[in-house]
């Protein structure tokens, strides 16, 4: 199996059984929404490098799904009125991120539950499952995305979506720090930039889990299925 490690290609013969068993794994798909994803101008809160990922992460799902893998779409929804966000502690992205990328007119429109900008980009099937409790940066926080996954006996997440730098590696954190095994698809994360995305997969690959190409994946989680492959260990989730 090939995974990336600060950014360099390395094949693993061993050691990461139970990071690739597909029996104990599901798929989390972060913030593919049109908030973030829409063409339009008044877009409230733009990831355009994201739409690059949308066609490959429908056709890797497809994959996921043939091998009877759980898909979870997770995004970001915030109650009409703003007690979660805007009439409240706003979140900081609101004022830092404009230092970056300039004024964003349609920013108070983020997220806002029952508007159009909460709708996904990516296809979503009738068998997969939804968390839209996201009101932050993490999909941990604060959802039900860990109840979800322990009653789903899962141990290791795959991640996809954006931003790499900031929902997609805040989440890698918080699954870690949950407990999880963490696997991010190099190839289905888009970040702020090349620099940052670079440092982002940096970080998970030294200090979370696994960097991979989902190509690679899929094909280790076939191979697995075919041979009956068991995970080294598998230990419960504390």
């Known amino acids: ?22 029996a ?3 798929v989390v798909s972060i913030d593919m929404h049109r ?7 008044d877009c409230p809160c733009p990831a355009p490098r994201a739409r690059d990922v949308v066609a490959p992460i429908d056709a890797f799902h497809d994959q996921v799904r043939a ?20 009439a409240g502690i706003s979140a900081a992205w609101r004022r830092t991120f404009p230092l970056h990328v300039g004024a964003i007119p349609n920013s108070d429109a983020h997220a806002i539950e029952g508007s159009r900008w909460t709708e996904f980009v990516t296809r979503v099937e009738a068998d997969d499952l939804i968390v839209e409790t996201k009101r932050r940066l993490s999909a941990f926080y604060p959802t039900d995305l860990d109840f979800l996954l322990r009653n789903m006996r899962v141990e290791t997440i795959v991640l996809n979506g954006g931003f790499t730098d900031c929902c997609v590696l805040n989440t890698a954190f918080d699954a870690n720090n949950h407990n999880y095994r963490v696997v991010v698809a190099q190839d289905l994360v888009r970040g702020t930039d090349d620099n940052l995305e670079a440092a982002a997969l940096a970080m998970v690959s030294l200090h979370l889990g696994l960097v991979v190409d989902s ?19 598998s230990a419960k989730i504390a």
Request: hydrophobic share 35%; glycine share 12%; proline share 8%.
């Open 67 to 86: 091998l009877g893998i759980p898909i979870i779409h997770v995004r970001s929804v915030l109650r009409r009125g703003g007690a979660d966000d805007l």
């Open 1 to 22: 199996m090939r995974i990336h490690v600060y950014g360099k290609p390395r094949d693993i013969t061993g050691g990461f059984d139970d990071y690739l068993d597909p």
């Open 215 to 233: 190509a690679d994946l899929a094909a280790e989680w076939e191979s697995r299925r075919n041979a009956g492959i068991a995970p080294e260990r």
């Open 24 to 26: 104990r794994t599901a």
């Open 35 to 41: 908030g973030h994803l829409d063409p339009s101008p």
